[in-house]
């Protein structure tokens, strides 16, 4: 073919209508195999690309997205990246990355960005709403907007997210088949959502075997590494210090396991330590940390393909989509000793 493959050309070469073709090219998860495979094939061999700049002109669309996170320093946002990128792609869409740093005026500039049209949709990872009185009451009804994870309570907005809660009782009762009694928790930030549905899978699976939380146990932080080790400092210092740590994230693990080596313990020999998110660096520990590992680029792919359907006006289920993860027991757990020095 002389002149630019068109989405009519693959479909007359297949015999399936444009719109199938479409469906399929823009990643959507509604069209089933083998005319999925068969689409693509065909596109591939007619060297078929979009044509974006027509599209973009004739959709008035920016055809881009935003990812939106609390921190792009944090290495478990990549695989997320890689696939909300995979389903953008395929789509024709671009992503950008936004930063806030929990920084109230950059959550609301991402949001004017989306709102003034730079972007198209917004795949949202902070957990909250922009925090400036009354802006987030002011945002338009049916906003192309996807939660990712964090969970926004009340928001009407499609949620892509695993049971934090029931993840966490697991992790919890590991420690607790190991052996372990005196077990403590380093939280993330609360209030929010995610963070109080991990502690309630830590107070749940310490009740369910009977077992108390001593005052001290319970130990408030925001995933920030420097804050695991603070805050391990803290249980450290408690009268009777806890043989084992369930931590909500495996940053912060990092840096309790930092200062449990600081002080001369052994890990897991006289403390183990569980975190949250098996995020690449986690399998590299020595030794390598027992963790919850959630399914990070899927994750990403379902939250595009639901952004995908917004943007082309399909009605959405009411409830979230709600992924599986696995607990992966490493190095970092082991059966406690008799005692624990600080």
């Keep these: 073919m002389t002149r630019r493959p068109r989405i009519k050309d693959i479909a007359e070469r297949l015999g399936v209508s444009p719109a199938t073709v479409s469906r399929a090219l823009s990643d959507t998860g509604l069209v089933a195999e083998p005319t999925l495979s068969r689409i693509r094939d065909a596109a591939s061999a007619l060297d078929y690309r979009p044509n974006v700049s027509a599209r973009n002109l004739r959709t008035r669309r920016a055809m881009a997205v935003l990812m939106v996170v609390r921190d792009v320093g ?79 309570e009340g928001s009407g907005f499609p949620h892509v997210q695993i049971d934090n809660e029931a993840a966490a009782a697991e992790a919890v009762r590991h420690l607790i088949g190991l052996g372990h009694r005196r077990i403590a928790h380093i939280a993330g930030p609360l209030p929010e959502v995610m963070s109080q549905r991990r502690r309630d899978g830590f107070r749940r699976a310490m009740a369910e075997a009977g077992l108390a ?105 009411a409830r979230p989509l709600v992924l599986a993860t696995e607990l992966k027991v490493r190095g970092t757990t082991a059966p406690p000793r008799a005692t624990v020095s600080n």
């Design 74 to 152: 944090n290495p478990f946002y990549l695989e997320i990246l890689k696939g909300v990128e995979a389903a953008a792609r395929a789509a024709g869409y671009s992503v950008l990355m936004g930063n806030t740093e929990n920084d109230p005026d950059r959550e609301r500039q991402y949001f004017d960005m989306l709102r003034d049209g730079h972007a198209d949709g917004m795949i949202l990872m902070t957990g909250k709403l922009p925090s400036a009185p009354g802006y987030a009451e002011r945002l338009p009804k049916g906003l192309p907007v996807v939660v990712a994870l964090e969970m926004i």
């Design 213 to 317: 939380v001593p005052d001290g146990y319970e130990q408030r932080g925001d995933y920030l590494l420097q804050t695991g080790r603070t805050l391990c400092r803290a249980l450290l210092d408690l009268p009777e210090p806890p043989t084992a740590i369930f931590v909500a994230n495996d940053e912060m693990a990092f840096g309790a396991i930092h200062e449990l080596r600081r002080s001369g313990l052994d890990v897991p020999g006289d403390v183990s330590v569980v975190g949250f998110d098996d995020i690449y660096l986690s399998a590299a520990l020595f030794p390598p940390l027992t963790t919850v590992s959630q399914p990070r680029a899927e994750i990403g792919r379902q939250a595009m393909r639901l952004l995908l359907r917004m943007l082309s006006g399909e009605a959405l289920p």
